[in-house]
């Protein structure tokens, strides 16, 4: 599937559930890394259901510390299901030594939430030890989404900031709520990329991002970044 000059690496499992177990595996490696060379394990992890079973394999491992942020969060209170914190603290509550922390403030107000995020990050400014990103069948990565108007400053690689406020153009049907996403930039800020995707769709997205170079969905900015990602799929 990879061009012979790609830097990327291609993961292919039978199955979610064997994707998730090695992925599991991956992550849990990596924060040990990080835990015994600095101490804790710095996160920035995907939402949606898919990534969700990785988690609570994670969360099983009992390493910590740990600390980790959604890649991207919609702008709902913390208690609502679309949260992604909220989902990713229920997938890795079997851990306490796991702490997840917002992008967003408790009610999802989209102004207070880029000023709480843009401030938080810029405190927290260290390397990610692992970023893990999905990919939506439209190509979007985090909330970079194509047809957002602001989608070049977050898809810029040079760090001007590390978070955007974004609202998908169109909003997607199944959660259409504006978003706060980290940059391209951030993201790229990491010792490791993992992305993720699920599914005969994506893998026919991933095939044209990395085969036709006019192809210009969020993902492609991503894989033409130079830096090596490990991309991982099931169908």
Request: charged letters at 15%.
């Amino acid at each position: 599937m990879l061009p012979a000059s790609s830097p990327h690496t291609f993961h292919s499992y039978a199955d979610a559930d064997a994707l998730a177990t090695q992925l599991a595996q991956t992550l849990t490696a990596a924060c040990h890394a990080a835990i015994d060379a600095r101490g804790r394990a710095w996160l920035a992890l995907a939402g949606g259901r898919t990534p969700l079973p990785v988690y609570a394999r994670l969360a099983a491992a009992g390493l910590g510390p740990i600390e980790a942020i959604p890649t991207d969060e919609r702008c709902v209170p913390h208690s609502d299901p679309a949260c992604n914190l909220h989902q990713l603290r229920v997938a890795l509550a079997g851990n306490p030594e796991i702490t997840v922390h917002p992008l967003t403030c408790a009610d999802g107000d989209p102004v207070r939430s880029l000023d709480l995020s843009r401030t938080w990050l810029a405190r927290h400014p260290a390397p990610f030890d692992l970023v893990l990103l999905g990919m939506g069948n439209d190509g979007h990565i985090a909330s970079l989404f194509p047809g957002a108007a602001n989608l070049s400053e977050g898809l810029a690689l040079e760090r001007g900031t590390d978070v955007i406020a974004s609202v998908p153009d169109p909003l997607p049907p199944e959660a259409p709520y504006p978003r706060i996403s980290l940059t391209l930039a951030r993201l790229l800020h990491a010792r490791a990329i993992h992305l993720l995707a699920t599914g005969q769709h994506k893998r026919q997205v991933l095939t044209q991002v990395l085969t036709d170079p006019q192809c210009h969905l969020p993902v492609a900015a991503l894989l033409r970044a130079g830096t090596p990602i490990q991309i991982h799929w099931s169908p």
